[in-house]
């Protein structure tokens, strides 16, 4: 139940935040133009580096935290986390220090004039400040979600989400531009761990947190960790974040603008689909504290079926309605982001299968194996953008993407979860089979409401893609669920229906029993 509600939770957080983008992204870029919207996605791309200095705690806290409470250890867990703060804190300080220090490099580099030069320093000033608060405040977002309480970190982000909306349409009205975008985006990063912080004592049994619990050895029990996910996190991060650095030295910021929309929509895409894996992973690693191999099995199993469903439903719309989106959203002068954000959606797909591997991997012991792969498929993605940007422009970068992920992300990181699980590869990919089949389907609906009922708005294009998603979800519950999972629904819903009728039935009484 408590899966199931994280997982429902983790859902809605990112939809609010989907929307809010979708609303904001065209008013952002009418206020500040293009030029510094693109100046904003580079700042966005270089402040993404500094999170960096988390070197994978973070992480290998949720790991750690989640053992302890399947093994019942709350004292490890206070000393661990009490010892992680402090070194946040420290790391908190280096992290302005490098700010400081590093802007006037950073100017250089981009090549950017007097008055975007000026631009670029105060937001990253604001960003550096904000993000030395929210390193060590961090660690009670890890503790909730260690602790199977997703649900909660999830509801104070949204109203994060809210917050950030408000914010950004004030502070942009009030034409601060930039940096009010900075403005809002630093008042959500520091607020959220913030509030989070008296909702992990109050909902975390025996937490306690304070210098007396600090342990030196307990770093040495976590830097195992934390090391290998610290290299996962900058392949993560080099993958999401480097493109737009890397496409500046070739081309405009009109043109870093044009491929961060793509990169944003593909970015959401992926992340929409890392929610149930995401949701999972404190359960993997829970799982294997206690010595249940099964769950863990199964986790892989059906969790990389239904995560290849949910990716194939959302890609496959996405691909087919990319150029209709971006018109539509943010209006002609975008139309070059139409093919990057159709190769990176491709990509997007192939990355989706081997998420819940990676988990299964990284919280069973397998961590070292999946940083590394994820280096290395950073390493190689950088390698070809700069080959590739060149010879063809965006599409170049999106091009870099796909074949990492097709290469080394799916190619090696997917077999090794199965060995390790002793699963073969042929039953996971005959579970996923079905997921890609339903897309025909949706497919063929979508096209015909396109070509018959061509969307005016965005409102039409999501009332076509919900009705193709519908599609879709008809013929995944024919061919793409287990009889016991389709026994199961039917179930609920049965429940459901009788629930409705017996309370039609109280009020029709009058409310007499």
Not at 86 to 102: D, E, K, N, R, S
Not at 363 to 391: D, E, K, Q
Not at 434 to 459: D, G, R, S, W
Request: glycine share 8%; charged share 10%.
């Amino acid at each position: 139940m408590r899966t199931g509600i994280n997982i429902i939770s983790s859902y809605a957080r990112f939809l609010m935040g989907m929307l809010v983008v979708l609303m904001l992204t065209p008013f952002t870029l009418e206020m500040v133009g293009i030029d510094d919207f693109g100046l904003w996605s580079l700042c966005l791309a270089v402040s993404g580096l500094l999170a960096l200095l988390d070197m994978g705690f973070s992480t290998a806290t949720v790991k750690y935290v989640a053992e302890c409470k399947g093994s019942d250890k709350p004292q490890a867990r206070n000393e661990a986390v009490s010892t992680l703060f402090l070194l946040y804190a420290t790391l908190g300080i280096m992290c302005l220090v490098i700010v400081i220090a590093g802007i006037p490099y950073a100017i250089n580099i981009f090549d950017l004039d007097a008055t975007q030069a000026e631009k670029f320093s105060t937001v990253m000033m604001i960003s550096g400040a904000a993000l030395a608060v929210a390193l060590p405040v961090g660690v009670f977002r890890s503790l909730l979600i260690g602790s199977g309480r997703y649900d909660i970190v999830n509801i104070v982000e949204i109203v994060g989400v809210l917050l950030n909306a408000g914010l950004v349409v004030i502070l942009l009205t009030s034409q601060l531009g930039v940096t009010g975008l900075a403005i809002a985006n630093a008042c959500v990063l520091v607020g959220v761990p913030l509030l989070l912080a008296p909702l992990a004592y109050r909902f975390i049994s025996d937490l306690k947190l304070g210098i007396k619990h600090v342990r030196a050895s307990r770093l040495g029990e976590l830097l195992p960790l934390s090391f290998y996910f610290m290299l996962a996190n900058i392949a993560m991060l080099v993958i999401l974040r480097s493109d737009s650095l890397i496409i500046k030295g070739f081309l405009s910021l009109s043109a870093v603008a044009a491929f961060a929309i793509a990169a944003r929509i593909a970015e959401y895409a992926y992340l929409l689909n890392k929610q149930l894996s995401n949701a999972l992973m404190p359960l993997v690693s829970q799982s294997n504290g206690s010595g249940d191999a099964q769950t863990v099995k199964l986790i892989l199993l059906d969790g990389t079926r239904h995560l290849a469903a949910i990716a194939a439903l959302i890609t496959g719309l996405l691909f087919f309605h990319a150029e209709s989106l971006i018109v539509l959203w943010v209006g002609e002068q975008m139309i070059d982001a139409v093919l990057p954000l159709q190769v990176l959606i491709t990509a997007v797909f192939f990355s989706t299968l081997q998420l819940n591997a990676a988990n299964v991997l990284g919280m069973s012991g397998g961590h070292r194996g999946v940083a590394w792969t994820m280096l290395g498929s950073a390493s190689l993605n950088i390698v070809l953008s700069i080959t590739l940007i060149p010879m063809f422009g965006l599409a170049g970068a999106a091009i870099a993407t796909l074949i990492s992920a097709l290469a080394i992300e799916l190619g090696i990181i997917l077999p090794r979860a199965c060995r390790q699980q002793e699963v073969p590869v042929g039953k996971v990919v005959r579970n996923i089979i079905p997921a890609i089949a339903c897309a025909v389907p949706m497919i063929l609906l979508a096209k015909f409401l396109y070509t018959h009922y061509p969307a005016k708005n965005l409102m039409e294009l999501a009332l076509q893609c919900v009705v193709a998603g519908m599609a879709f979800l008809a013929a995944y519950f024919v061919i793409g669920l287990q009889s016991y999972e389709k026994r199961k629904i039917m179930r609920l819903l049965q429940s459901a229906i009788s629930a409705l009728r017996l309370r039609t039935a109280y009020n029709e009484g009058g409310g007499r029993g």
